[in-house]
């Protein structure tokens, strides 16, 4: 085989591979006031849903995402909810249409989100662990 051939079929195989985003430590932050220490999976699962607008603390719930080509997004929903991007999308297509309610608030970036949330008592978001700064708190912990 030449080089030209072997070096085609790696890149074939290559694009084969499942795509990984890096982002296998992924945390749910929260403002440190927030009043909140821990939420459970089905709380964070019910507020980036939009099934609930309040806070345990009795805070408005306000999550954030982050932009749709960040991998962490489609981590996150993936970890979550076992959903891709565009299961996701759909679901709050319907959601906007109907009137029921409008998907999370969505940052530029991780450090937006994190600007946002270190400001913002009821806001919630998801970063991996890395980033996280004094200025948040870890309310859960996401397992990949």
Known sequence: MTVFRILSLAAIVVAMLPATTGAADLVVIAHPKSGIDRLGR????????????????????????????????????????????????????????????????????????????AVTPGAVGYVDRSQVNGRVKIVLELTP
């Open 42 to 117: 089905n709380d964070v699962i019910n507020i980036f849903l939009g099934r609930f607008r309040q806070l345990p603390s009795g805070l408005s719930a306000l999550p954030v995402d982050l932009p749709a080509s960040q991998g962490e997004r489609s981590a996150f929903y993936h970890q979550l909810v076992n959903k891709e991007l565009a299961e996701i999308n759909a679901y709050w297509a319907r959601l906007v249409f109907s009137g029921r309610t409008m998907p999370p608030r969505q940052a530029a970036s991780v450090d937006d989100l994190l600007d946002f949330v």
